[in-house]
């Protein structure tokens, strides 16, 4: 609870500095004031289509669309939400991804609160949506099953600074945190992460900072932390089994004159670390040590000053991961196999952009689990 003051205390210097340091409105020119209150909304949405190919199956796979309704409240404050209809496991799947409102304090400063998309790392926030992965398919570990938050419900802060050439933005927030599972045998020691309500009095707090040291933003370097000091069930044995994440990552973008083509790298590594527990199952799931990792490192190069259009369409990806569990994690030996506790991935990838907003993917994937796959994607923005 001490984290929670601590924030709502940070953020409450924040308004009284905006306060401060903004001219105050008469009452009269908030009435004459055209833009006062008025509220505009805009749709926007996509859907997305994959069929998958390998030794034991073949056939189109998620179907999936969503919409995010944005909402104008004022002149400074912000609805953002979207829902989403997927068929992953075989049947229409209807879910809330996000729904958060956002005040703008100053022009570099915002407050939110409600359920958002992950704080927590570069690639699941930023980078994981369909239309801006490059791939179908998620690096291993940083999907469902994975290490980190998918989604978190809480309130933060988001905002930026000028530092001479350099930029800094930051994005510090509370939430009701992962759920140590206890009592499920094939998941033992692994956290829920998308619950709408916590499961004790402890809150999470976590953050990101990153760092963009050059004048053209070109690169990005980040790191980020999630802490939970009591994940299990309330009145239970496992309420005070902490636990804490963190992630390091880079991103570079940039036009290199010399190949004509837009350049995009990215890389990520995470790691998860949790107090040591004995669970009710047999001897195997009292691990000694759990802790995970996972990362992967991503380019891709698309051509885009050449004469030929059809050329500058494409662009080629390339992406390694690696996801490693705990020794004896039930969790983790679901698709772990005799090689040891961890998997890799190799994806090799060629996408079509039909259209700005309209992205073809064909990606061929050697994994050290479930056999080699062909996989494409067909993805349309509006």
């Known amino acids: 609870m001490k984290k929670f003051y601590v924030l709502i205390f940070f953020i409450g210097l924040l308004v009284c500095f905006s306060a ?4 105050s409105i008469p009452i009269t020119s908030q009435v004459n004031n055209p833009m006062w209150g008025t509220k505009k909304l805009m749709i926007t949405g996509g859907a997305e289509a ?14 999936k669309f969503h919409l995010a309704p944005l909402v104008r409240l004022g002149e400074k404050l912000f609805l953002i939400s979207e829902i989403e209809i997927e068929t992953k496991d075989g049947v229409a799947d209807f879910g809330l991804e996000q729904v958060h409102l956002n005040y703008a304090i100053l022009p570099d400063l915002t407050v939110y609160a409600g359920r958002f998309l992950p ?3 570069h690639y699941r926030g930023m980078m994981g949506e369909g239309y801006l992965n490059r791939f179908p398919t998620d690096p291993v570990g940083f999907g469902d099953g994975g290490i980190g938050p998918l989604v978190e419900t809480g309130l933060g802060i988001v905002g930026g600074l000028q530092m001479g050439y350099s930029k800094l933005n930051y994005d510090f927030y509370i939430s009701n945190g992962p759920h140590l599972i206890a009592n499920d045998a094939n998941m033992a020691g692994n956290f829920e992460y998308e619950s709408f309500l916590n499961n ?22 980040g790191l ?6 009591k994940t299990g069930d309330i009145h239970t044995i496992y309420n005070n089994v902490g636990a804490s994440w963190m992630a390091y990552d880079l991103s570079y973008y940039h036009y290199l004159t010399s190949l004509k083509s837009t350049v995009r790298v990215y890389g ?10 004995r669970y009710p199952f047999d001897s195997t799931v009292a691990f000694k040590s759990n802790k995970s990792s996972a990362w992967y490192v991503q380019g891709s190069l698309r051509p885009t000053t050449f004469d030929l259009q059809f050329l500058n369409n494409i662009e080629f990806a390339l992406r390694y991961s690696k996801f490693t569990t705990p020794a004896n994690a039930p969790w983790g030996n679901a698709l772990i196999n005799s090689a040891g506790n961890s998997i890799h991935q190799w ?26 796959q062909f996989i494409s994607q067909v993805i349309y923005r509006f």
Do not use: H
């Not at 401060?20 to 001219?23: H, L, N, S, V």
């Not at 994959?50 to 179907?63: K, L």
């Not at 990520?268 to 527990?277: F, G």
């Open 20 to 23: 401060m340091a903004q001219d």
């Open 50 to 63: 994959v069929f998958v190919s390998d030794s034991s199956q073949q056939g189109f796979r998620n179907i």
């Open 119 to 121: 704080k927590f790392g």
């Open 200 to 221: 004790n009095r402890d809150m999470a707090f976590g953050g990101r900072v990153g760092l963009l040291p050059f004048a053209n933003s070109s690169l990005e370097l």
């Open 224 to 229: 980020s932390t999630l802490q939970k000091t």
């Open 268 to 277: 990520e590594y995470k790691t998860m670390n949790v107090d040591q527990a």
């Open 347 to 372: 994806a090799y990838g060629i996408n079509y952009w039909l259209a700005w907003d309209c992205l073809i993917k064909f990606s061929y994937q050697r994994q050290s689990f479930d056999g080699n």
